[in-house]
């Protein structure tokens, strides 16, 4: 019945559209409308009989419309038009197989719609989503220009990783986007130019140009952004960007590629880094190379010069670490690509050695001696005794004599035993005397020296690091009696100085990465505070020569020792000395126990720039700073003895600010 109400409408306006339509019309008939305040679901139904298109109606699809057409339309053009309704009032047509859902707009991001179609029709106004490929710009930065053109129920969105764009709306519009899109997304008038030169250096040239469009890059990052580089293989500079900047680069290049005024073919070349004195030689070592290298080739016809170098003078000056060079203009470009690859700044190695020594010293001594005689008519005849130096593990052995001397002539003693010593006894010009001491001695001693010598070098650099003492060592000694008459003796000794410290030798090499391989030598030594045969002195050394491979910043073992040994000594007499208790009137014991860890460590920081020195620098020179402040805080004078006098205490750090590179001079 709707339909035919619908159909009667279309009849009462043209007489073209039967009332009781069950079937599509044919291709080749054609309908005009005429709805003024109709509801839209009559519409539709009229749709439907025209089209053969069945719909489903969302409830909240209610609106009252006006179609009206002057000339008849095909079922296609009506369903166009049907469409088009559909989005004047916020409505939407989504395909779902053989149906047709009618949904407001608002929800249709979660139902499909016409996906990937081959043509987007630019008059229709269904649901379609196409998949946009650009190749020349951003998808992300071409989303956020497109994002207003597109409805707010549509969908705009950009596949990171695949420079993609996905967008889901009416046909019409996706149409319009393609559009711009494809106008929008080309490669531009960004060709490279190849500019041969014949009198200047390509490096040179670049570097001038770089100094003087320096400050237009932040002007061109709008659009394509102007490169300059230079091959020095070919001596040609290569120029890419917008046409109108690369005629510009092109006509200062051909302006600055011009032979010299004076028409000599000499350059002074200031170096920042490298010694001109070192590379002078090896500089006119190359040029005799290339001369006689070009020599058998002349193949532009010309004679090689006799001895491979007339015309050819590089001097340094040492004042201005510059180099003076005449040249051809072909060995002059080939000459500063060379000083251009070792004038560089190069990086440095700050290399921290850890030698840790822990020692543990033990020493135990105990003993009796005893000793019986007479004093009788004035003679000594012993009786009876035990006599045994105790102490010889500790370097201060005693006996029962040396404590009589010392007990009878205390004036002349030059040394104190050290221990424990009892002695008891009587001493008489009469009668029978004895003597009896019991001595124990225990020594501890504890070593914990922690020494982190560190140095600062160039790459491939040697750098010597000595903390040390003269030690003057006895090598001789004789006397020279220059008046026999008088008996007048010269004793003449002869002492050689040896260095007691410790002295670290590096040289570093950074390989390609962050690892750093070193050659050490390594040698620490001490006074051991005892003294050895002719009462020279005796050093303790440790010596380590070795080449490591260490990452950055990493630490490594170069060798170590752990010793540990125990001495147990015992003089006694036989048998006597073996009865418990007893036993021990007739023995003396001693027992020795040392123990020693050695480890050397090492560590290398590569500083690669000036920033990197700073704060190493900076990190050492506020350690320093903190202990005086710690120190000169502790101490407290109540009666100071210089006062008024500051304390010293370093100046807070300032680093200084890196000059810019590629300063002119």
């Given at each position: 019945m709707a339909l035919a109400l619908v159909a009667g409408s279309a009849v009462q306006a043209q007489q073209q559209l039967p009332a009781a339509a069950a079937a599509p019309l044919a291709g080749n008939q054609r309908i005009t409308t005429n709805f003024k305040d109709a509801d839209i679901t009559q519409v539709a139904e009229a749709v439907s009989a025209a089209t053969g298109r069945n719909f489903i109606?969302?409830?909240?699809?209610?609106?009252?419309?006006?179609?009206?057409?002057?000339?008849?339309?095909?079922?296609?053009?009506?369903?166009?038009?049907?469409?088009?309704?559909?989005?004047?009032?916020?409505?939407?047509?989504?395909?779902?197989?053989?149906?047709?859902?009618?949904?407001?707009?608002?929800?249709?991001?979660?139902?499909?719609?016409?996906?990937?179609?081959?043509?987007?029709?630019?008059?229709?106004?269904?649901?379609?989503?196409?998949?946009?490929?650009?190749?020349?710009?951003?998808?992300?930065?071409?989303?956020?220009?497109?994002?207003?053109l597109v409805a707010q129920?549509?969908?705009?969105?950009?596949?990171?990783?695949?420079?993609?764009?996905?967008?889901?709306?009416?046909?019409?519009?996706?149409?319009?986007?393609?559009?711009?899109?494809?106008?929008?997304?080309?490669?531009?008038?960004?060709?490279?130019?190849?500019?041969?030169l014949q009198n200047s250096t390509a490096a040179e040239i670049v570097r001038t140009i770089t100094a003087l469009?320096?400050?237009?890059?932040?002007?061109?990052?709008?659009?394509?952004?102007?490169?300059?580089?230079?091959?020095?293989?070919?001596?040609?500079?290569?120029?890419?960007?917008?046409?109108?900047?690369?005629?510009?680069?092109?006509?200062?290049?051909?302006?600055?590629?011009?032979?010299?005024?004076?028409?000599?073919?000499?350059?002074?070349?200031?170096?920042?880094?490298?010694?001109?004195?070192?590379?002078?030689?090896?500089?006119?070592?190359?040029?005799?190379?290339?001369?006689?290298?070009?020599?058998?080739?002349?193949?532009?016809?010309?004679?090689a010069p006799a001895g491979g170098e007339r015309g050819v003078t590089i001097w340094a000056d040492k004042q201005t670490n510059a180099l003076v060079m005449t040249a051809?203009?072909?060995?002059?470009?080939?000459?500063?690509?060379?000083?251009?690859?070792?004038?560089?700044?190069?990086?440095?190695?700050?290399?921290?050695?850890?030698i840790v020594d822990v020692k543990t010293d033990k020493a135990a001594d105990l003993g009796v001696n005893w000793a019986a005689w007479s004093n009788e008519s004035g003679t000594n005849v012993p009786v009876a005794g035990f006599v045994s130096p105790v102490g010889g593990a500790s370097s201060n052995s005693?006996?029962?004599?040396?404590?009589?001397?010392?007990?009878?002539?205390?004036?002349?003693?030059?040394?104190?035993?050290?221990?424990?010593?009892?002695?008891?006894?009587?001493?008489?010009?009469?009668?029978?005397?004895?003597?009896?001491?019991?001595?124990?001695?225990?020594?501890?001693?504890?070593t914990n020296v922690i020494a982190t010598p560190s140095a600062t070098t160039m790459d491939n650099q040697e750098t010597e690091l000595k903390v040390a003492q003269e030690v003057p060592f006895i090598t001789g000694q004789y006397t020279n009696s220059t008046n026999t008459s008088s008996g007048t003796v010269n004793p003449f000794t002869t002492v050689q100085r040896q260095e007691v410290g410790t002295i670290l030798k590096i040289t570093p090499q950074i390989n390609e990465g962050?690892?750093?391989?070193?050659?050490?030598?390594?040698?620490?030594?001490?006074?051991?505070?005892?003294?050895?045969d002719a009462n020279s002195l005796i050093t303790n050394k440790r010596v380590i020569n070795t080449h490591v491979l260490i990452e950055d910043q990493g630490i490594i073992v170069l060798g170590g020792l752990i010793r540990d040994s125990k001495v147990?000594?015992?003089?006694?007499?036989?048998l006597l000395g073996s009865i418990p208790f007893i036993g021990e009137a007739f023995r003396t014991r001693s027992a020795k126990r040392e123990k020693s860890n050695l480890m050397v460590f090492i560590r290398p920081k590569i500083l690669r720039d000036g920033v990197h020195t700073s704060i190493e620098t900076n990190s050492k020179y506020n350690a320093i700073r903190n202990?005086?402040?710690?120190?000169?805080?502790?101490?407290?004078?109540?009666?100071?003895?210089?006062?008024?006098?500051?304390?010293p205490m370093l100046p807070p750090f300032e680093a200084p600010m890196p000059a810019p590179e590629g300063k002119p001079r």
């Open positions: 109606i969302d409830p909240r699809v209610r609106a009252q419309v006006n179609l009206v057409s002057a000339s008849p339309m095909t079922p296609a053009e009506f369903y166009q038009a049907f469409l088009s309704i559909l989005q004047v009032h916020s409505f939407v047509a989504v395909p779902a197989g053989n149906l047709i859902k009618i949904v407001p707009d608002a929800n249709v991001r979660t139902m499909p719609a016409n996906d990937l179609p081959e043509n987007v029709s630019s008059s229709s106004d269904e649901m379609v989503t196409q998949v946009i490929q650009t190749r020349n710009t951003n998808a992300a930065q071409m989303v956020q220009v497109l994002r207003p129920y549509g969908q705009l969105v950009s596949l990171p990783g695949t420079n993609t764009i996905i967008i889901s709306d009416r046909a019409n519009n996706v149409a319009r986007i393609l559009k711009i899109v494809a106008r929008v997304d080309q490669a531009g008038d960004a060709n490279i130019e190849i500019i041969p469009t320096a400050g237009q890059a932040a002007t061109e990052a709008g659009g394509v952004q102007t490169k300059v580089v230079a091959d020095d293989r070919s001596n040609s500079i290569l120029v890419s960007g917008e046409k109108a900047s690369r005629m510009r680069i092109t006509a200062l290049v051909a302006h600055l590629d011009t032979p010299l005024e004076n028409g000599g073919e000499t350059q002074v070349r200031y170096l920042r880094y490298a010694d001109a004195e070192k590379i002078a030689p090896k500089l006119k070592e190359q040029t005799s190379g290339l001369a006689a290298g070009a020599a058998p080739g002349t193949a532009g016809g010309g004679a051809p203009p072909k060995l002059m470009r080939s000459l500063m690509t060379i000083i251009d690859k070792l004038d560089i700044r190069r990086a440095q190695v700050l290399i921290e050695a850890i005693l006996s029962i004599v040396d404590l009589a001397r010392i007990a009878k002539s205390p004036t002349t003693t030059t040394t104190v035993p050290l221990g424990t010593t009892l002695g008891i006894g009587r001493v008489a010009s009469t009668g029978i005397n004895f003597a009896a001491m019991l001595r124990a001695l225990r020594s501890d001693s504890n962050d690892a750093v391989m070193m050659k050490i030598g390594l040698e620490s030594s001490e006074l051991a505070g005892t003294a050895g147990n000594g015992e003089s006694r007499v036989p202990e005086q402040r710690i120190q000169n805080a502790s101490g407290f004078d109540a009666l100071p003895l210089l006062p008024g006098t500051p304390k």
